[in-house]
Antibody, heavy 117, light 113 residues
């Protein structure tokens, strides 16, 4: 059974940082392209970042509005993907999902991030 | 960025009825080299994560009932549910994966009368 489990969410003040983790199992992580997607309180879905696999030199793409603030990374030995989020803003408040593949064939349950003073 | 526009924003139908929803992209999602449309449909039921229903505009994922039918090409796409069931209550999103940033439509909320 495929599982993706996000952790690391919570309440954080504007300007602070947070690192999300996504532990996976049930599929060949090392060849999967992994993504982070968020869903705003208004239910809008927004793709944030993608990291490709080793054969593609772990090529990374970002949504322009998070480039420089967010960093995606992966650890194939742990079948995990991460999202480091710096200088968080109130508009970053959302449910954050990790997903696999293109299109996004598997999704985690999501983790809530609330940015508020 | 490619803008995805979904209509209607919500729709209420009775069980057994046919429903169609539209998704339009601001540029063609048809890749000429392989003749494939880079368009997916997702279903998000209340309290759940989105689930991939259809890829390549018309290919149902494994286990998806055949009442879900994706069609269209280029910039105009449709998701049809041939006979709506109560469990189809959900928001349906289209998404383009033709180019980054990958973008989603705002969703069509399906309500059951």
């Amino acid at each position: 059974e495929v599982q993706l489990v996000e952790t690391g969410g919570g309440l954080v003040q504007p300007g602070n940082s947070l690192k999300l983790s996504c532990a996976t199992s049930g599929f060949t992580f090392s060849t999967a392209w992994m993504n982070w997607i968020r869903q705003t309180p208004g239910k809008r879905l927004e793709w944030l970042a993608q990291i490709e696999d080793k054969s593609n030199n772990y090529f990374i793409s970002y949504l322009e509005s998070v480039k420089g603030r967010f960093t995606i990374s992966r650890d194939d030995s742990k079948s995990s993907v991460y999202l480091q989020m710096n200088n968080l803003k109130e508009e970053d408040t959302a449910i954050y999902y990790c997903t696999s593949g293109i299109p996004f064939d598997y999704w985690g349950q999501g983790v809530m991030v609330t940015v508020s003073s | 960025d490619i803008v995805m526009t979904q209509t209607p924003s919500s729709q209420a139908v009775s069980a057994g009825e046919k429903v169609t929803m539209s998704c339009k992209s601001s540029q063609s999602l048809l890749y000429s080299e392989n003749k494939k449309n880079y368009l997916a449909w997702y279903q998000q039921k209340p309290g759940q994560s989105p689930k991939l229903l259809i890829s390549w505009a018309s290919t149902r994922e494994s286990g998806v009932p055949d009442r879900f039918i994706g069609s269209g090409s280029g910039t105009d796409f449709t998701l049809t549910i041939s006979s709506v069931q109560a469990e189809d209550l959900a928001v349906y999103y289209c998404e383009q994966y033709y180019d980054t940033p990958f973008t989603f439509g705002s969703g069509t909320k399906l309500e059951i009368k």
